[in-house]
C-alpha cells in the first residue's frame, strides 16, 4: 500500500511555505477536483506558478505531476478507510470486523509513512532513557493503554519485596496471564492482581477497610475483603 499522502501533507501543512499550503489545499479539500485538473487548470485554481506545482509534485512523489497525481489516486480509496468510519448496520459482522482490520493496519502504515528509521529510532531511545513513562488513553486507545501496561511493563521486584518486608498490602489490578507467569513470585505478595479496589474508610476515620471486587460483569461481587487497617 502506497504512503498516505493525505496524512503527510496534514502533518508537513504548518512548515509548508505559503505556495506549497496553496496547492495542498487543492489537494486536501478536493483530491477527485485535483486529479482531474491539467496542471494549467491546477496552477489557475491555486493561484501557483505551473513550475511551483512541478516542484511540489517532486518533493512528494517519484516523479512530476502525474506522479503526483497517480498517488492522490491510489489514496482516495484508503481515505474512505480511515480510522473511526462509521459501520453500517446493514454490512454484517464479517464486513465491520474487516472494516475494523483495515482501520488498524492503515494506521499502522501512517506512522510508518510519517516517520523515518532515524526518528523511530529516537523515539524508541527517548523511552529506554527515561525516567518516568506515564500511558494515558480514552475510550478505544484505553484498551492499547492496558493492552500495553500487561504485556509490556514489567514489576520492579526490589519494590514489591521492600513493601512487603514493611508488612504493606500490595493490590495490582489488571495484571494479565502471561505477566502473571513470567512473574509469579512477584506477584505471590500481592493480596490482589485483579478486579475493582475499594477503600471503606470507618466513619470516626480511625481505620479502613480494602474491598476486592469481581470486575468481569457489572454486578461487582465482592471477592476479598482485607482489615481494618489502622490510618496514620
Known sequence: M???????????????????????????????GFVSSSL??????????QGSIVNFSKKYSTG?????????????????????????????????????????????QNTLALNDEETLKRVVD?????????????????????????RD???????FDYLAELGCQLYCTSVGEQQLKADTKAY?????????IVIRVAPKGGSYMVYTLDDSDSKYRVTKIDGPFKCH
Open 153 to 159: 511493563i514489567q514489576p520492579d521486584k526490589s519494590k
Open 188 to 196: 505471590e505478595k500481592c493480596a490482589a492482581t485483579s478486579g475493582h
Open 2 to 32: 502506497p504512503a498516505n499522502i493525505f496524512a503527510i501533507l496534514k502533518a508537513e501543512y504548518e512548515y509548508m511555505s505559503r505556495v506549497e499550503r496553496q496547492i495542498a489545499d487543492r489537494i486536501l479539500n478536493d483530491p477527485q
Open 40 to 49: 494549467a487548470e491546477l496552477a489557475v485554481s491555486a493561484e501557483v506558478s
Open 126 to 150: 527517548k523511552i529506554l532513557s527515561a525516567k518516568k513513562i506515564e500511558i494515558y488513553g480514552i475510550f478505544n486507545s484505553g484498551i492499547v493503554a492496558t493492552s500495553f501496561y500487561n
Open 64 to 108: 512530476g505531476f502525474s506522479a503526483l497525481k497517480a498517488v492522490v489516486t491510489a489514496c482516495l480509496k484508503s481515505e474512505t478507510d480511515t480510522p473511526f468510519a462509521v459501520i453500517d448496520k446493514s454490512q454484517g459482522v464479517k464486513a465491520a470486523m474487516e472494516l475494523k482490520i483495515r482501520e488498524n493496519m492503515i494506521a499502522f
